[in-house]
């Protein structure tokens, strides 16, 4: 996978209360990791690990999601993936952990489709 050198960091969005706008910062957010990560950058993988473990930036706390994204950004060699990984994993069960592995190939494959 190719790697974009210009990360990208997640930032705290405003306090709810803060209305639409802070929606849409957080969705920007979202959407420019999910566009980097497009590209292979290994942070934007991480970041977005990061937001789907922790439900910040306007993503879901979804630990399946969190496990895909760190690994995806562990195989494109970013350095704290395999950890933050792992330590998703001790929260899931061996299915979850299948599943979100199951998602990172599947990440993979549409990735090296668009870029053939």
């Known amino acids: 996978m190719p790697h974009a050198p210009s ?63 760190f690994n995806l950004a562990a195989v494109a060699g970013h350095d704290d993936a395999t950890r933050a990984r792992a330590d998703v994993a001790e929260e899931m069960s061996a299915r979850d952990i299948a599943e979100a592995q199951r998602r990172a190939r599947e990440w993979m494959r549409a990735a090296t489709r668009h870029a053939a």
């Open 7 to 69: 990360p990208i960091t997640l930032v705290p969005s405003a306090p709810l209360h803060a209305g639409h706008a802070a929606a849409d910062r957080a969705d920007s957010l979202i959407a420019a990791c999910l566009a980097a990560a497009a590209q292979g950058d290994s942070h934007a993988f991480f970041d977005l690990g990061v937001a789907f473990s922790t439900g910040s930036y306007g993503a879901d706390c979804d630990l399946v999601e969190a496990h895909k994204w």
